[in-house]
């Protein structure tokens, strides 16, 4: 069992310099190794793939059926990519044809770089079949850089997925390598020396350009390393020279990592994978006291912790618990937990075990110190941020609503619910002056106003009778009326001004109706709407 605290405050763009180091995998036969996974199972490189026809996937382009993608004994027969699909099929009449599935591939490449956050949490999607992966500062934790790829490699060949791995100082490096050459690890002074015999394809340039530099005989980027790079930016423009700088590493290129990375994070790998929901738990308990360690040392405290758990077979589950108040307690952490495993327990599939546990803090918020009285008396906000951190846990960080205001002079939109972020700013909150709520206001107000059927004795005046929900009110007595217009930012968007009235029906009955658009000069037939009723 080993352990790692790591804290980190990584931007979401990354940008390369000389000292970083990027991991490039490339997957050469993902769509097949997708679809062998789903046939025969994720160890059939291991244990022999069964004998079949070459597999193909297809695309509609340009009003034909073409190739978009082969496996291994489709390349054998000499097949390629972008042929007809009909002309393939002449050509090998066994030929498993599969139509492509884009979303799925999509998944599956999502899913391996999930599986490769036991790595390092700054993993990039490259196009439609690679990963990129800043290892700066992780190889050592693996036995170096030539350990880390052969590790890489060795696992995801037991998955069943095909895959060349190369590291070097520039993604743009990488990507060539792994695509079109044959070195694992390359050290930053061996970068041109290696990229040298490469084809112009390698830089990673739109295929019209690199099909131009063939027939002018830069076929190798050494070619272009020896050329005047004037010339080449007047005949190819600009973008073959930045492709160029990027692989050589002397030009920055930015890397999104497809997930947030964590403030702090602590992480077990395990000799004996887990199982049981206890044992679980009680290594949760114990990350979270590595976690709190880091955080008092910040000074912070945790609202949106995360629970990795990747299974024996590459399977990886997010667990998030969101806390009510900032927290550095191990014990309320672990809690949150315990409260969220329950409630996910159903779709918690262990497998043959998780092999790997990280906790991480993916939000804090500064958190100052504050001592109890005398009495012993806890803070009044605990009791209800615990009992909001279950209901997180159970039903999701909106299931708690606090009343707000909002700058609208329209009734239904000058108020409104939003969720509970902050349970001790709400414990200490001053009550809402009055003053802000207009007088004379129905204790309830409809979110949206209902029509009416309505008589009025004038145009403008306040109606005798109306008809709503089906029964027939006679108005006893009105007040009004209480003209209000929208913002005049939104007249446009169909919000005519409004007249209310007050009224009370023969019975007692109290009632907010109001009659939409002023008469002869907004509309020509207005129209009556009740919005809420008195106590």
Same mark, same amino acid.
């Given at each position: 069992?080993?352990a790692a605290s ?12 000389g ?5 490039? $995998?490339?997957?050469?036969h993902?769509s ?5 996974r789903?046939?025969?199972g ?6 022999g793939?069964p ?5 193909v996937?297809?695309a ?5 059926m073409?190739?978009?993608?082969? *496996? ?6 000499g ?10 099929r002449?050509m ?5 044809v599969?139509?492509e !599935? ?8 999502e899913?391996l770089a *999930?599986w490769c ?5 700054? #993993?990039?999607l ?7 992966? *800043? ?5 050592h934790?693996?036995?170096g850089?030539k ?5 890489v ?7 069943g997925v095909?895959?060349?791995a190369?590291?070097s /100082? ?6 060539a390598?792994a695509?079109?050459g044959?070195?694992a ?9 290696v990229?040298a015999?490469?084809? #112009?394809a390698?830089l990673?340039?739109?295929?019209e ?14 070619d272009?390393?020896q050329a005047?790079r004037a ?6 423009g600009? /973008?073959l ?28 790998r395990?000799?004996?994978p ?9 290594l949760a308990r114990?990350?979270?006291?590595? #976690?709190?360690?880091s ?6 405290g945790?609202?949106?912790?995360e629970?990795?758990? $990747? ?6 589950f997010?667990?998030q618990?969101?806390?009510a108040v900032?927290?550095?307690?191990? !014990? ?17 599939d262990?497998g043959?075990?998780f092999? $790997?546990l ?10 100052d ?8 008396v ?8 615990a009992?909001? *951190? ?11 609503t606090?009343a707000?205001?909002a ?8 108020g ?6 902050? #349970?001790?700013?709400v ?9 802000v ?5 129905p204790?309830?107000i ?5 029509l ?22 006679r108005?006893a007595r009105a ?5 209000i ?12 001004t ?11 009955r109290?009632f907010?109706?109001?009659r939409?658009?002023?008469y002869g ?10 919005h809420?009723?008195?106590?």
């Open positions: 069992m080993t790591i804290p980190s405050s990584s931007p979401s763009l990354l940008r390369q310099t000292n970083q180091r990027i991991l490039s $995998i490339h997957f050469p993902l097949a190794d997708r679809v062998a789903i046939r025969w994720a160890s059939w490189l291991t244990q793939r004998d079949h026809p070459p597999v996937f297809a509609k382009i340009d009003n034909a073409r190739l978009v993608a082969l *496996d291994t004994l489709a390349e054998r027969a097949l390629k990519r972008g042929q007809g699909a009909a002309e393939a002449a090998c009449p066994s030929l498993d599969i139509i !599935d884009p979303a799925a591939d999509r998944a599956f490449l899913g *999930d956050d036991r790595y390092t949490p700054l #993993v990039a490259d196009g439609k079949d690679g990963l990129f992966l *800043d290892i700066t500062g992780c190889a934790l693996h036995g850089e350990a880390l790829v052969d590790d490699l060795s696992r995801l060949f037991l998955l095909e895959a060349r190369v590291i /100082s520039s993604a743009g490096l990488s990507w390598v695509r079109y044959g070195a690890v390359i050290a930053p002074e061996n970068a041109e020396r990229l015999p490469l084809p #112009v390698a990673r340039l739109p295929a350009t690199a099909a131009l530099l063939e027939r002018v005989g830069l076929k190798q980027i050494g272009l390393l005047p010339p080449l930016a007047r005949r190819f600009p /973008s020279l930045l492709r160029l700088d990027q692989a050589r590493g002397h030009t920055d290129e930015s890397l999104s990592p497809r997930l947030p990375v964590p403030s702090f994070s602590a992480e077990r395990l000799a004996e887990l199982q049981e929901e206890e044992h679980i738990l009680e114990h990350l979270s006291g590595d #976690v709190r360690l955080l008092e040392r910040h000074g912070e945790g609202r949106l912790f629970l990795l758990l $990747i299974r024996v077979d590459g399977r990886v997010r667990i618990a969101h806390a900032p927290l550095n307690d191990a !014990d309320r952490i672990a809690a949150l937990f315990r409260e969220r495993l329950q409630a996910v327990h159903d779709d918690l262990a043959y075990g092999e $790997i990280r906790l991480s803090v993916l939000r804090s918020e500064r958190l110190p504050a001592q109890e009285d005398f009495s012993g806890p803070d009044e906000s605990q009791p209800l941020a009992f909001a *951190d279950k209901l997180y846990a159970r039903f999701g960080p909106d299931c708690l606090v707000t205001l700058e609208s002079h329209l009734p239904e939109r000058a409104g619910f939003a969720p509970l972020e902050d #349970v001790a700013a414990i200490g909150s001053r009550p809402v002056d009055e003053k709520f207009p007088e004379n206001r204790l309830r409809f979110t949206h106003p209902e009416v059927e309505a008589t009025a004795e004038v145009p403008d005046g306040a109606p005798r009778s109306f008809n709503w929900r089906k029964t027939q009110y108005v007040e009004g009326p209480e003209r217009a929208a913002e005049w930012w939104i007249d446009g968007e169909g919000h005519p409004r007249d209310y009235f007050r009224i009370e029906d023969q019975e007692g109290r907010w109706l109001f939409e658009g002023l000069r907004e509309t020509s037939s207005p129209r009556w709407f009740m809420g009723v008195f106590a």
